[in-house]
């Protein structure tokens, strides 16, 4: 006779799997303080350094950047401004002032002469003078003489004239006969290398013009 068999052992599920515990909602932000919105800067980033916090110096340095290109784009405006002020100017003819004399002219003191080569009238070479805003050349002293002497090589008139018994500087003002001595009984003046002369005013020889020099 067979011995008894003992039933198969029942086998049990396993136990469910535990569900998750649901996440928790996330804290609130913090509000900060403002010394810390400060050093956050406008990256909104904390970073520590051994003496304080990045954030804050690179927002300053940023503030300091941005003010030095400002005050660089304004001198720079300034520049421009003076040139085209300078450019105007030039082209209305104040470019002539950086010489005291125009060409041809010669600088003697701070008055400007001109000495002409063609001959001409009393007259004419008064009008000549007359167009170049200058004058016949009026003497003032003997050292301004002096000067004519040397350039005198042609007996030039001046702006020396006889009206009645007494000369007259074609400016108005009075000839000074203790400074001045004029040889001759003419009308018009002109220069000799050593004197004064008068002469008739319709002779023709060359002319001096003077005026005052730029400054």
Same mark, same amino acid.
């Given at each position: 006779?067979?011995?008894?068999?003992?039933?198969?052992?029942?086998?049990?599920?396993?136990?469910?799997?535990?569900?998750?515990?649901?996440?928790?909602?996330?804290?609130?932000?913090?509000?900060?303080?403002?010394?810390?919105? %400060? &050093?956050?800067? !406008? +990256?909104?980033? $904390?970073?520590?350094?051994?003496?304080? @916090?990045?954030? *804050?110096?690179?927002?300053?340095?940023?503030?300091?950047?941005?003010?030095?290109?400002?005050?660089?784009?304004?001198?720079?405006?300034?520049?421009?401004?003076?040139?085209?002020?300078?450019?105007?100017?030039?082209?209305?003819?104040?470019?002539?002032? %950086? &010489?005291?004399? !125009? +060409?041809?002219? $010669?600088?003697?003191?701070?008055?400007? @002469?001109?000495? *002409?080569?063609?001959?001409?009238?009393?007259?004419?070479?008064?009008?000549?003078?007359?167009?170049?805003?200058?004058?016949?050349?009026?003497?003032?002293?003997?050292?301004?003489?002096?000067?004519?002497?040397?350039?005198?090589?042609?007996?030039?008139?001046?702006?020396?004239?006889?009206?009645?018994?007494?000369?007259?500087?074609?400016?108005?003002?009075?000839?000074?006969?203790?400074?001045?001595?004029?040889?001759?009984?003419?009308?018009?003046?002109?220069?000799?290398?050593?004197?004064?002369?008068?002469?008739?005013?319709?002779?023709?020889?060359?002319?001096?013009?003077?005026?005052?020099?730029?400054?």
């Amino acid at each position: 006779m067979e011995p008894a068999r003992e039933p198969p052992a029942r086998v049990r599920p396993p136990p469910p799997a535990a569900r998750p515990a649901p996440a928790a909602a996330p804290a609130a932000p913090r509000p900060r303080s403002p010394a810390e919105a %400060e &050093a956050r800067g !406008p +990256e909104g980033l $904390l970073r520590r350094s051994g003496s304080g @916090y990045e954030g *804050s110096t690179s927002w300053k340095a940023a503030l300091e950047d941005t003010t030095t290109r400002l005050l660089l784009g304004a001198i720079a405006v300034l520049l421009f401004a003076i040139l085209v002020v300078m450019s105007i100017l030039a082209s209305k003819g104040c470019i002539k002032c %950086e &010489a005291p004399c !125009p +060409e041809d002219w $010669l600088l003697y003191g701070r008055t400007c @002469y001109y000495f *002409s080569e063609e001959p001409r009238d009393w007259n004419t070479g008064r009008q000549y003078c007359y167009s170049h805003e200058a004058a016949l050349a009026v003497i003032q002293s003997p050292k301004e003489l002096e000067f004519l002497f040397k350039f005198t090589r042609r007996e030039p008139w001046i702006g020396l004239r006889r009206v009645g018994d007494e000369f007259h500087w074609v400016n108005g003002e009075p000839f000074d006969p203790d400074t001045f001595s004029v040889a001759g009984l003419g009308e018009c003046v002109f220069v000799e290398p050593t004197r004064l002369v008068s002469t008739e005013c319709l002779m023709t020889r060359p002319w001096v013009c003077s005026k005052m020099a730029y400054t």
